[in-house]
């Protein structure tokens, strides 16, 4: 393929892409409110509020949120192009566009151009990168500053010069302000800017002092560009909070939504459209107490405390965030992905696809250097730089919570390693080397398929009730909010089994609990959900004590105080009335044997939490 060719190849599939992506805003405008007025639950409208209130000069608080996209992006879009959603769409079609065109780049310049122009058709029809393009979220700029880190990092070590190193710190400090979690691709890129200063020949020793310096150089120079657009934002928020902090102040409690003993390793069930995440209560307690007890201090504890049980959780994330399933949050593929007829015909590539051939990428790059000893991966470097910013990422994303958005800045960059499997294969094929062919290209593009695929579901369906009864055989025990402790055996309803069970009058449910702390000047309450078709009334006994319960549709959470015993820490549910069509719910991947129904095992935990909680004191 010639140069020209290639250019106009890439030309074409970049503005096509920024055409679509118009179209698709244009009838999202249409048919989808939250992109126009989205609802105050979301981080749309914390954005897109927070911008106007910069813009009008009332803002006074200190950053909360990584502060690039709503204190400067959005208004410097206003100013230009003006007020109304349009410019801000308009922007973020274009900066999409333009991820097009470099990823592309990086594929070329990694490859060759048959793979830039496949990296190229990949993102411009990429779904994930489409949907998110017309709201107010951060994810199309911080896509668009990844690839710009990759493209800028394979030029700053080809030339090893400094100022191309203080670009590429410059984007890197942009991306931080954008999402935090960019930090964990720094150490590398020092030893990029460390080891790309050529030594000549005739200079030896190649380590003394005068060279060692010339390789200090750019790495200095590097992180001066990483912190000096952060300190602005970070003198402001040190004077407003009184200590010092940096750009944002949340890393805390999203650091505590992923990493609390209770926490799903995702935000929410897929296809469940959008809404919440599951905020679990431990949070709450954690986010509360943070400026005394930093979080990071609390995670520390539980791994003392716990260390498999710790240990499982981030493998689940890890194994979540390269699931083909797109977690929705504020937006959701199976809502606004269906008020796009564009969208639904046009935007036809699943990041599965991509995510399987760069994970296909990823493991033949190890495996194939691995044999070797790792003695050649220093001979090609820039490959090694794509492998490890896209590992850096999915270890960052994978460090707090996964949801389709926060996987989706990487995507450009999945589409580049797509381009890299896509090429070794087309090598093997053009040679004929069967054996490589298969072993080194298509074995780990098959097992990566798997993984993607299947993987996460073979795990939650087949493994973790077996594991977690290894990992953590007392279920959990948290501190909550008010004094309360917190004893439960089941698991999120994110990525959990739970499911209605038909229950009748007389029936009988005993649930055991493993109690490690004393009953002294402490109560016990019990909380059940039940799910509820038919409303109406229900009464049951819990370990003899009568109780009168009006269920009303969909979900209730009935909170009983009950008598309990810490010699027999156990509650017996009788069900004694039941006027309505309701059902208590077990998870199924929970199995610890300390739940009973009519004396048999269900292989399952009943959902519920006990409390025990401070015994209020009464005035005579």
């Not at 060719?5 to 244009?26: M, T, W």
């Amino acid at each position: 393929m010639t140069r020209k060719y290639f250019y106009i190849l890439l030309l074409v599939l970049a503005s096509a892409g920024f055409l679509l992506r118009l179209q698709v805003c244009r009838e999202l405008l249409a048919n989808d409110v939250q992109v126009s007025r989205p609802s105050g639950y979301t981080d749309m409208a914390t954005y897109k509020d927070l911008s106007e209130k910069i813009m009008r000069g009332e803002f006074h608080e200190a950053f909360y949120y990584q502060p690039l996209y709503y204190a400067v992006f959005l208004p410097v879009v206003h100013k230009i192009l003006g007020n109304g959603i349009w410019p801000v769409m308009i922007a973020q079609a274009f900066l999409s566009a333009l991820t097009i065109f470099f990823a592309a780049m990086c594929s070329a310049m990694l490859w060759g151009r048959r793979a830039g122009v496949l990296t190229a058709f990949l993102t411009a029809f990429s779904a994930v990168l489409i949907l998110y393009v017309p709201y107010h979220l951060i994810e199309t700029l911080q896509a668009f500053w990844i690839t710009m880190i990759l493209y800028a990092a394979i030029i700053a070590w080809r030339s090893g010069r400094i100022i191309h190193w203080g670009i590429v710190g410059f984007l890197v400090s942009l991306s931080i302000l954008t999402r935090g979690n960019v930090w964990f691709c720094v150490p590398g890129l020092m030893l990029a800017a460390f080891f790309s200063v050529r030594i000549k020949p005739g200079d030896k020793p190649s380590w003394n002092f005068k060279n060692f310096v010339m390789r200090l150089l750019p790495v200095a120079v590097f992180i001066l560009m990483v912190i000096l657009p952060q300190v602005p934002f970070s003198i402001r928020n040190t004077k407003i909070t009184g200590k010092f902090c940096g750009p944002s102040t949340a890393a805390g409690a999203v650091l505590a939504l992923g990493n609390t003993p209770e926490a799903p390793p995702g935000g929410r069930n897929p296809d469940t459209g959008p809404g919440p995440m599951e905020y679990p209560e431990t949070f709450w307690a954690w986010a509360d107490t943070a400026e005394k007890i930093p979080v990071s201090t609390r995670m520390f504890q539980w791994f003392k405390d716990e260390p498999l049980a710790f240990v499982e959780l981030q493998f689940r994330k890890m194994l979540l965030f390269w699931d083909r399933h797109e977690i929705p949050n504020n937006i959701a593929f199976d809502y606004q992905g269906k008020r796009s007829r564009t969208f639904q015909y046009l935007a036809f590539i699943p990041t599965a696809i991509i995510m399987a051939m760069a994970l296909g990428w990823l493991l033949y790059y190890f495996i194939s250097h691995a044999r070797a000893g790792f003695r050649r991966i220093t001979r090609h470097p820039e490959p090694l730089i794509l492998f490890y910013i896209i590992t850096s990422l999915f270890l960052a994303t994978s460090a707090f919570y996964i949801l389709a958005r926060f996987r989706l800045a990487v995507v450009p960059l999945m589409a580049v390693g797509a381009g890299g499997l896509a090429g070794v294969l087309f090598v093997n094929l053009k040679r004929r080397n069967w054996k490589k062919l298969l072993n080194r290209s298509l074995l780990p593009f098959l097992a990566a398929c798997l993984i993607v695929m299947f993987g996460y579901d073979f795990y939650r369906y087949y493994y973790e009730s077996s594991i977690m009864k290894v990992v953590r055989p007392n279920g959990i025990r948290s501190e909550i909010r008010e004094g309360k402790i917190l004893y439960m055996d089941n698991g999120p309803l994110s990525f959990g089994s739970w499911k209605r069970i038909d229950i009748k009058e007389g029936d009988v449910v005993c649930k055991k609990f493993v109690l490690r702390d004393s009953l002294d000047g402490r109560i016990a309450e019990l909380a059940i959900p039940f799910w509820c078709d038919v409303p109406g009334k229900m009464k049951i006994e819990i370990n003899g004590k009568p109780f009168q319960v009006e269920l009303k549709q969909d979900m209730n959470e009935q909170l009983f105080q009950i008598p309990f015993s810490a010699s027999n820490p156990q509650v017996e549910i009788k069900f004694i009335f039941i006027d309505c069509k309701a059902y208590p719910i077990f998870d199924f991947q929970r199995n610890y044997g300390r739940t009973e129904l009519n004396g048999n095992n269900p292989y399952a935990e009943l959902v519920s939490k006990l409390y025990l909680a401070p015994r209020k004191e009464t005035k005579e």
